[in-house]
């Protein structure tokens, strides 16, 4: 995308950040798009010079900028020296790939879709147990607010780093009995457990709504987010059997500078 794409149009709402803030915002969507640097053989962000001139700002307005970039991890360097863009692109992340039951001996599909990509995925497990239904899991599984459901949470991490805040919701009828109320991690994932449990989604039973989000504190804190600026992706999730039948209600919080979800129609 041109310079001129990004600038705003007349009657266009004033910005009202900080002008290192914008600064920042534009040079990190370039980065995410893969369009800085400008030269494919260099890791090299342009210099304070090129940047000063381009945005018509002061030298200290850009090295702030630059500063959020640096504290973000997207770029790296010292007083003195070139800033180099260290930024990893984006997982690409296919819903339809890792939301299906994992094949016998097979580990959690998230893991093995992350580790083809080149990653070193894990995932922890944060906490198993009985806790009252939020408003809107209740309203999915069509019971009252507060009911009791089971809650399983996990944090999924990149090469060690947190990318992913679950907490995964199962009602009592189904939980009950099961590995699904033991706190330890269950082979090939929830999907191939409730699966063996004769509970398979439909092929179009899977409905998720997607919403960028100011992340919470829980969340900040969990996937240790590396500037108050990054905004987190939500998926709330909810899967059915061919009977129209609930059996699970997820809400996966991704850190935003790490993910794009790619959806197949």
């Known amino acids: 995308m041109s310079t001129d794409q990004r600038k705003p149009r007349k009657g266009d709402r004033e910005d009202p950040r900080a002008i290192h803030q914008r600064i920042a915002a534009d040079l990190r969507d370039e980065i995410f798009a893969g369009e800085l640097p400008q030269d494919s053989g260099s890791k090299k962000l342009p210099s304070t010079a090129q940047l000063v001139e381009r945005f018509g700002a002061s030298n200290a307005t850009i090295q702030k900028a630059v500063g959020l970039l640096k504290d973000e991890d997207l770029v790296t360097g010292r007083p003195g020296a070139s800033v180099t863009v260290t930024a990893r692109p984006r997982q690409i992340m296919v819903p339809e790939a ?22 070193q995925a894990t995932s922890e497990l944060r906490g198993v147990g009985v806790v009252d239904a939020p408003r809107e899991v209740a309203t999915a599984f069509g019971i009252p607010e507060a009911s009791p459901v089971v809650c399983r949470s996990q944090v999924l991490r990149l090469d060690g780093q947190p990318a992913e805040l679950v907490h995964s919701y199962y009602p009592l009828m189904i939980a009950e ?24 989604p439909a092929p179009k039973g899977t409905v998720d709504l997607v919403t960028a989000c100011i992340p919470t504190q829980e969340q900040f804190a969990a996937l240790q987010l590396p500037g108050e600026l990054v905004p987190v992706l939500r998926t709330f999730r909810v899967v059915r059997t061919t009977e129209e039948v609930v059996i699970e209600v997820t809400v996966m919080v991704k850190a935003g500078h790490l993910y794009a979800l790619k959806y197949i129609f």
Request: aromatic share 10%; net charge negative.
């Open 177 to 200: 009995g099961t590995p699904l109320l033991e706190a330890r991690k269950i082979k090939g994932g929830t999907p191939t457990l409730l699966a063996s449990l004769g509970y398979v």
């Open 98 to 119: 890792y939301s299906a039951p994992a094949e016998p001996g097979e580990t959690y599909r998230w893991i093995t879709e992350a580790e083809g990509q080149g990653y």
